[in-house]
């Protein structure tokens, strides 16, 4: 049986698995937000950074890039190593990948996909909206033992750029973080 996994974050432009295939596409009713606090990759405990997480929302669309993963191994080295990388996300649901808005029918069904809940027992990190500025002022100052938080933004922006999407919330967040920066 395959195995399809979605990337909207760090997995559009960075798997670190082996894959057959790649699926530019988007699910339904969601939307890409930077929610979910970072605490072992892009920040530390005592300063977190901020990374994307998918909130339902009725109408919305989010872009990102499915992996199919067809070999048995390949699959159980792939969820070996997203258990640990995901390991701040505490929801794997299951959803259809689309890639044109006029089909009804999914081009791919039962797609994995790890998300953070609101909910605070479960998801210790999850962190919830806050104003544009602060945002931006936190990922700007954010580092972790993977990178600066900054990083994270950016190359999420440019792997967008990269499959032709423009997210609104991806780019007002780097365009303020730009714009923190020249103020320091």
Not at 35 to 51: C, M, N, V
Not at 90 to 98: A, G, H, R, T
Not at 115 to 124: D, G, S, W
Request: some cysteine; glycine content about 8%.
């Amino acid at each position: 049986m395959v195995m399809w996994v979605f990337g909207y974050g760090s997995l559009v432009w960075n798997p670190g698995f082996a894959y057959d295939a790649r699926l530019v596409g988007f699910v339904r009713d969601y939307r890409r937000v930077f929610y979910q606090g970072s605490t072992d990759h892009r920040g530390t405990p005592e300063f977190p950074g901020r990374t994307v997480t998918l909130e339902h929302q009725p109408g919305s669309t989010c872009w990102g890039v499915a992996y199919k993963i067809s070999r048995e191994q390949d699959k159980q080295t792939a969820l070996e190593y997203l258990e640990v990388r995901e390991k701040q996300y505490d929801e794997k649901v299951y959803l259809d990948l689309y890639t044109d808005s006029s089909l009804k029918i999914p081009a791919v069904q039962d797609m994995m996909v790890y998300l953070a809940t609101t909910n605070k027992e479960a998801n210790q990190n999850y962190l919830g909206p806050a104003p544009l500025e602060e945002m931006a002022k936190q990922i700007y100052l954010a580092k972790g033992p993977t990178g600066p938080n900054t990083e994270y933004l950016f190359k999420l922006e440019d792997a967008l750029n990269k499959i032709g999407v423009v997210d609104q919330h991806v780019q007002d967040l780097a365009n303020a973080v730009r714009t923190y920066a020249d103020t320091v």
